[in-house]
């Protein structure tokens, strides 16, 4: 029977096992919408996000939470989190690691729905949280290795900030997509859709139809 940890916080040793859970999950949600991914493009992407995760499991408004396989040690599920901070000081911490850090670039290879997309989901972020900025948790990545999923990773994962969130007044934010299996996960966990979310067309990467993203808040509970 599978014995899985309760959220604990992650190392720098971590790093390359959340590349590989994540990149996984990536190939997992574009399997049939893109073009699949050769092997050196593949190796490319994990190299990029071991870098990128080396950099930001230090930084110091993120927070991740890991879920380890009791019987290997090894991280099978992991989420990161934005701290609540003004859209302003967001910017300036950027600006200071952009500043102390060196460029992690994306390898290259096809073209990235995500990247079209990103825009409108900010947008659609802005839209949702207003102008000055609810603060808020924002939700990064949720990944969970195939091998381990349906065991209850995912929604200790998702609840991690809660406590914190509603003692402090203040709401838990992602987005997601609309006909993915993670969106009754999040709605189990408290997180309501709010509008209709953003749309591209998936002709361009390689797929077909429509993708749509949208947003889901979680207002936090009065009295906790």
């Not at 190939?27 to 893109?34: L, R, T, Y």
């Not at 609810?134 to 065991?151: F, I, V």
């Not at 077909?208 to 993203?213: E, P, S």
């Amino acid at each position: 029977m599978m014995r899985l940890s309760d959220p604990v916080q992650p190392t720098l040793c971590d790093a390359p096992s959340l590349a590989r859970i994540l990149s996984t999950s990536i190939d997992d949600k574009n399997e049939g919408k893109v073009t699949t991914p050769s092997e050196e493009e593949t190796k490319k992407q994990l190299a990029f996000l071991t870098t990128m995760f080396e950099r930001d499991l230090t930084h110091p408004y993120r927070r991740y939470w890991v879920i380890r396989d009791l019987e290997s040690g090894d991280s099978v599920s992991f989420i990161s989190w934005a701290l609540p901070v003004t859209e302003e000081k967001e910017e300036r911490v950027r600006e200071e690691r952009r500043k102390t850090l060196p460029p992690v670039d994306a390898p290259e290879g096809p073209p990235s729905y995500m990247n079209d997309l990103m825009p409108k989901i900010e947008e659609m972020r802005r839209g949702i949280l207003g102008v000055p900025r609810w603060l808020n948790w924002y939700c990064g990545n949720l990944a969970t290795d195939p091998k381990y999923q349906r065991h209850g990773a995912a929604s200790k994962l998702i609840r991690t900030p809660f406590e914190e969130a509603d003692r402090e007044g203040v709401a838990c934010y992602l987005d997601t997509d609309l006909h993915g299996p993670a969106i009754e996960l999040y709605k189990r966990n408290g997180f309501k859709q709010v509008g209709e979310g953003v749309s591209i067309g998936m002709e361009p990467y390689g797929g077909q139809g429509i993708h749509t993203h949208v947003g889901l808040i979680r207002e936090p509970k009065k009295n906790a």
